[in-house]
């Protein structure tokens, strides 16, 4: 399974980006995909994720400000009045499910920097 981010690069604050990940190979059973984001120094935080089935989860910061959405195999972050601690590199994640007896296996991209200025 390979993973693929685009869309990243300098917003100012207010302003808005959209995310893009795309993932590809034998995918059978996708559980869900969601974006993870990862500033200097700080670990790695989920920031949304979308199910199978459609449902979504967002950090709290993210509420009302991002949409996690999902066709097929790609999934997008669409980030609005975006803020200089969303500043970060994003990366996605693909879960994928191979046995009902075992947790789903997690497959990264390499992840898009986006930087917001004040």
């Known amino acids: 399974v390979y993973v693929v981010e685009s869309g990243g690069g300098l917003a100012q604050a207010g302003g808005s980006q959209t995310l893009s990940c795309t993932a590809s190979?034998?995918?059978?059973?996708?559980?869900?995909m969601a974006w993870h984001r990862q500033a200097p120094g700080q670990p790695r935080l989920a920031v949304a994720r979308?199910?199978?089935?459609?449902d979504t989860w967002y950090m709290e910061g993210a509420k009302g400000r991002f949409t996690i959405s999902r066709d097929r195999l790609t999934a997008f972050l669409q980030m609005t009045n975006l803020r200089p601690d969303d500043t970060g590199r994003y990366y996605c994640?693909?879960?994928?499910?191979?046995?009902?007896?075992?947790?789903?296996?997690?497959?990264w991209g390499q992840g898009t920097q986006v930087t917001v200025s004040s």
């Open positions: 190979g034998t995918i059978r059973n996708l559980v869900a």
């Open positions: 979308v199910m199978k089935n459609g």
């Open positions: 994640q693909v879960e994928v499910g191979y046995s009902p007896y075992n947790a789903p296996e997690s497959y």
